[in-house]
């Protein structure tokens, strides 16, 4: 079984940063974590993503270049760095995980086991 606590989220002006955590209670080797957003009146989607194992990334297109995820493996922590942030950046903020498919490989998935309760982004112009 495995938790998610997601802090770090705030208010913040275009063109800021922010930096959202989320700690992971339980084994998390070899998994697949993400973050994912979901506006009002939007679909969720998938931020930026991360293999534990050999950490390899991938992002949304939307949000390559200003964002980047990374781990403490230490403290068992996910971490997204959010650079230049954009008014249509804002939205809640999820941490999710899930061991690593048979596919072998990560993606954006919906069907994520373990999910945070979230951390709301609000930025203004």
């Known amino acids: 079984q495995v938790q998610l606590v997601e802090s770090g989220g705030g208010s913040v002006q275009a063109g800021g940063s922010l930096r959202l955590s989320c700690a992971a209670s339980g084994y998390t080797y070899n998994y697949c974590m993400a973050w994912f957003r979901q506006a009002p009146g939007k679909e969720r989607e998938g931020v930026a993503g991360?293999?534990?194992?050999?950490?390899?990334?991938y992002y949304a297109a939307s949000v390559k270049g200003r964002f980047t995820i990374s781990q403490d493996n230490a403290k068992n922590t996910l971490y997204l760095q959010m650079n230049s942030l954009k008014p249509e950046d804002t939205a809640m903020y999820y941490c999710a995980a899930d061991p690593l498919p048979p596919i072998g490989y990560c993606y954006f998935r919906s069907d994520f086991d373990y999910w945070g309760q979230g951390t709301q982004v609000t930025v203004s112009s």
């Open positions: 991360i293999h534990t194992g050999s950490h390899s990334t």
